[in-house]
């Protein structure tokens, strides 16, 4: 089975950019989709970006457009999520999520989608 491997997260000033990665271990991404998800300190866990490895299809949440890309790299087989003019409130531990059940199956923004998951990687910014 795959496992997701976050890492690219620190500390960054606000309005600094920042590229996390998630790599596959075990096994390829290939027909999986994969999403970023993100938990502040005491709040719950959100949907930020996800992306289908077979045609590239993205979802993205509202709060994300415009500032977050989400994209994968066949040679690499990861999935970057590049993030740009960060605000305090995106401190968070951003995870990284792996389901392969099928794009029928397949609700980008619900956690229920996905079978794996990452360890995290924390991302601090600071006003």
């Known amino acids: 089975q795959v496992q997701p491997v976050e890492s690219g997260g620190g500390l960054v000033q606000t309005g600094g950019s920042l590229r996390l990665s998630c790599a596959a271990t075990g096994r390829t991404f290939r027909t999986c989709a994969v999403a970023w998800f993100r938990q502040p300190f005491g709040q719950e866990r959100e949907f930020v970006a996800a992306?289908?490895?077979?045609?590239?299809?993205?979802s993205y949440a509202d709060s994300a457009k415009g500032r977050f890309a989400i994209s994968r790299d066949n040679a690499k087989n990861t999935v970057d999520l590049q993030i740009n003019s960060l605000k305090p409130e995106g401190t968070a531990v951003y995870y990284c999520a792996v389901g392969c059940r099928g794009e029928s199956r397949w609700y980008p923004g619900s956690s229920a989608s996905y079978d794996h998951w990452g360890q995290g990687t924390q991302v601090t910014v600071s006003s």
């Open positions: 992306i289908t490895w077979s045609n590239g299809r993205t």
